[in-house]
């Protein structure tokens, strides 16, 4: 995994707390250097905080020739666990040259619209709707006293809507439907 250095999944559960202090040191070290770091500077706090020597991973997943090299446009750093896996590393979120700025007013003004919206399909119909929204696709939880339904519109079906809001809208009408009839 690129930018990512693996960690132990059972060292991660015994050493949490060194781990998290970790974390918060990496983030106070990328806002004071605008996020360029060497690779002696990652190596030298996960010695300290950690006790690992991860000399050859840092320069493996950052594709680095020594340790002496910088690493620029860190954005942020997390403890990334695999789902399927259990694997644990800390993941190095970092800026391509060519990426632009996003602008994350535009999502939080979608985000507002659908859920206004959502409470006022709840208000005219006493169903309570929830939707969770990841890169997996879209699950719409309906509520309505002891009954509940849950449908999940999987990714590949939005990728392949000539208008994504077609399938999203087919499966807010059926989930009404059932909570209705």
Same mark, same amino acid.
């Given at each position: 995994?690129?930018?990512?250095? =693996?960690?132990?999944?059972?060292?991660? @559960?015994?050493?949490? *707390?060194?781990?998290?202090?970790?974390?918060? @040191?990496?983030?106070?070290?990328?806002?004071?250097?605008?996020?360029?770091?060497?690779?002696?500077?990652?190596?030298?706090?996960?010695?300290?905080?950690? *006790?690992?020597?991860?000399?050859?991973?840092?320069?493996? $997943?950052?594709?680095?020739?020594?340790?002496?090299?910088?690493? =620029?446009?860190?954005?942020?750093?997390?403890?990334?666990?695999?789902?399927?896996?259990? *694997?644990?590393?800390?993941?190095?979120?970092? @800026?391509? $040259?060519?990426?632009?700025?996003?602008?994350?007013?535009?999502?939080?003004?979608?985000?507002?619209?659908? =859920?206004? @919206?959502?409470?006022?399909?709840?208000?005219?119909? *006493?169903?309570?709707?929830?939707?969770?929204?990841?890169?997996?696709?879209?699950?719409?939880?309906?509520?309505?006293?002891?009954?509940?339904?849950?449908?999940?519109?999987?990714?590949?079906?939005?990728?392949?809507?000539?208008?994504?809001?077609?399938?999203?809208?087919?499966?807010?009408?059926?989930?009404?439907?059932?909570?209705?009839?």
């Amino acid at each position: 995994m690129k930018n990512a250095i =693996y960690l132990d999944s059972d060292f991660v @559960r015994e050493k949490m *707390d060194s781990v998290n202090v970790l974390l918060r @040191r990496f983030e106070t070290l990328i806002n004071s250097t605008d996020g360029a770091l060497t690779g002696q500077m990652i190596w030298r706090n996960i010695l300290h905080a950690l *006790d690992i020597n991860t000399k050859q991973e840092i320069i493996d $997943a950052f594709g680095l020739f020594s340790l002496d090299d910088k690493i =620029y446009n860190i954005k942020s750093v997390v403890l990334y666990k695999d789902a399927k896996t259990y *694997d644990a590393y800390l993941l190095f979120n970092v @800026r391509n $040259a060519n990426e632009e700025n996003i602008d994350n007013g535009k999502a939080a003004e979608a985000f507002a619209k659908v =859920y206004a @919206r959502l409470n006022e399909l709840q208000e005219k119909t *006493d169903v309570k709707i929830a939707a969770k929204i990841t890169t997996d696709g879209i699950e719409i939880e309906a509520s309505k006293d002891n009954l509940v339904y849950r449908i999940i519109i999987p990714k590949f079906t939005l990728d392949e809507a000539v208008d994504i809001t077609i399938p999203i809208e087919n499966t807010l009408d059926d989930v009404m439907r059932k909570m209705i009839d």
